[in-house]
């Protein structure tokens, strides 16, 4: 029995990809992209999940910064949430965005008791419902709760997977699963952190990772078309509403100050003994934050060291006249 052959098509004939279809949401998530928004629990996922739905379907910003360039229909599972709560967590994202709730018609919620993508009944009537409701983005929190397969397994994950990505391609829409990371992963890139397969991580066309980092939120991003943008810190604020947004910049680190340095030497040298940090500072005027800074840079170079009375020169020199210095040196009074 001879079957039909598959179609094909010369590589030359196939359009290219115009630059302003690639993005759903800018540098954040591509146009039909399938991917994993992986994270520890309770630092923020569903949050930053429902920042997107929010983005996409009403045209705004996501986290106030990304443009989304294609907005359109979303649809949520949040397996792990009653419909009340994150009608009342969009609720407060939109009130950020000064979008009142009932203009997010576009953002619907399946409101079933359950989803499993390994049964072949809930597929089918997931297929309808993408064939009726037409998302550009679709939303399942968390995958462990929309499958009861071996999340171990790469052949159980390649299978939910493989019908996601058929999914993704019949209906043209975007696919983003929430997932935990695993408590001691291992590291280096974030994706081999993830819980279960590493059929996960091979997935993604996107990826999206929270981390904690410095008593904040650190959002790395991963892309398999396109450059990465740098990790962005974000925080999770309680006023007026709740919502995530980017952090502010951090303060930049000092630098050394040479000349402040010399001017701490030549006052120990001319001292001749150990002098206090307060009779230090206090002598040379300096602010705390940048006192300390130079001192710690001069014990790195082995000039000075800590003493019980302060700080001295570990090589003591004999004192150099330094009219320049004069009132720094009276002020310590003199040597002992």
Same mark, same amino acid.
């Given at each position: 029995?001879?079957?039909?052959?598959f179609?094909?098509?010369?590589?030359?004939?196939?359009?290219?990809?115009?630059?302003?279809?690639?993005?759903?949401?800018?540098?954040?998530?591509?146009?039909?992209?399938?991917?994993?928004?992986?994270?520890?629990?309770?630092?923020?996922?569903?949050?930053?999940?429902?920042?997107l739905?929010?983005?996409?379907?009403?045209?705004?910003?996501?986290?106030?910064?990304?443009p989304?360039?294609?907005?359109?229909?979303?649809?949520?599972?949040?397996?792990?949430?009653?419909?009340?709560?994150?009608?009342?967590?969009?609720?407060?994202?939109?009130?950020?965005?000064?979008?009142?709730?009932?203009?997010?018609?576009?953002?619907r919620?399946l409101?079933?008791?359950?989803?499993?993508?390994d049964?072949?009944?809930?597929i089918?009537?997931?297929?309808?419902?993408? @064939?009726?409701?037409?998302?550009?983005?679709?939303?399942?929190?968390?995958?462990?709760?929309?499958?009861?397969?071996? @999340?171990?397994?790469?052949?159980?994950?390649?299978?939910?997977?493989?019908?996601?990505r058929?999914?993704?391609?019949?209906?043209?829409?975007?696919?983003?699963?929430?997932?935990?990371?695993?408590k001691?992963?291992?590291?280096?890139?974030?994706?081999?952190?993830?819980?279960?397969?590493?059929?996960?991580?091979?997935?993604?066309?996107?990826?999206?990772?929270l981390?904690?980092?410095?008593?904040?939120?650190?959002?790395?991003?991963?892309?398999?078309?396109?450059?990465?943008?740098?990790?962005?810190?974000?925080?999770?604020?309680?006023?007026?509403?709740?919502?995530?947004r980017?952090?502010?910049?951090?303060?930049?680190?000092?630098?050394?100050?040479?000349?402040?340095?010399?001017?701490?030497?030549?006052?120990?040298?001319?001292?001749?003994?150990?002098?206090?940090?307060?009779?230090?500072?206090?002598a040379?005027?300096?602010?705390?934050?940048?006192?300390?800074?130079?001192?710690?840079?001069?014990?790195?170079?082995?000039?000075? @060291?800590?003493?019980?009375?302060?700080?001295?020169?570990?090589?003591?020199?004999?004192?150099?006249?330094?009219?320049?210095?004069?009132? @720094?040196?009276?002020?310590?009074?003199p040597?002992t």
């Amino acid at each position: 029995m001879r079957h039909e052959p598959f179609p094909v098509v010369p590589v030359h004939q196939v359009p290219p990809t115009p630059p302003t279809a690639r993005w759903l949401i800018e540098n954040l998530w591509s146009q039909e992209a399938v991917g994993i928004l992986g994270g520890f629990p309770k630092l923020g996922k569903t949050w930053l999940a429902l920042d997107l739905a929010v983005s996409v379907a009403s045209g705004t910003p996501a986290l106030g910064t990304f443009p989304v360039t294609h907005p359109g229909t979303v649809l949520v599972y949040a397996a792990e949430d009653n419909l009340r709560s994150v009608r009342d967590r969009v609720a407060a994202i939109a009130d950020m965005r000064s979008r009142p709730l009932d203009s997010l018609s576009s953002l619907r919620l399946l409101d079933i008791p359950e989803l499993r993508l390994d049964s072949t009944p809930d597929i089918d009537r997931l297929r309808s419902t993408l @064939e009726l409701h037409r998302p550009c983005l679709l939303i399942l929190d968390p995958l462990v709760r929309v499958h009861s397969a071996d @999340e171990n397994s790469a052949a159980d994950i390649a299978s939910l997977l493989g019908t996601l990505r058929t999914i993704q391609r019949e209906y043209h829409t975007a696919v983003l699963l929430v997932h935990h990371l695993r408590k001691n992963g291992p590291v280096g890139q974030p994706g081999q952190a993830l819980r279960g397969s590493g059929d996960l991580h091979a997935w993604g066309d996107d990826n999206l990772y929270l981390h904690h980092r410095n008593g904040g939120l650190l959002l790395t991003v991963e892309h398999r078309h396109a450059a990465a943008p740098d990790p962005i810190r974000l925080e999770l604020v309680k006023e007026p509403v709740p919502h995530l947004r980017p952090a502010p910049p951090e303060r930049p680190a000092l630098e050394p100050d040479p000349g402040l340095e010399e001017r701490i030497v030549s006052v120990l040298a001319q001292a001749g003994r150990a002098v206090d940090r307060e009779t230090l500072r206090q002598a040379l005027h300096s602010r705390n934050q940048t006192l300390s800074l130079a001192l710690v840079h001069l014990r790195q170079q082995g000039r000075i @060291e800590r003493c019980a009375g302060g700080f001295r020169l570990m090589h003591p020199a004999s004192p150099v006249p330094d009219t320049a210095h004069a009132g @720094e040196r009276n002020a310590l009074g003199p040597p002992t």
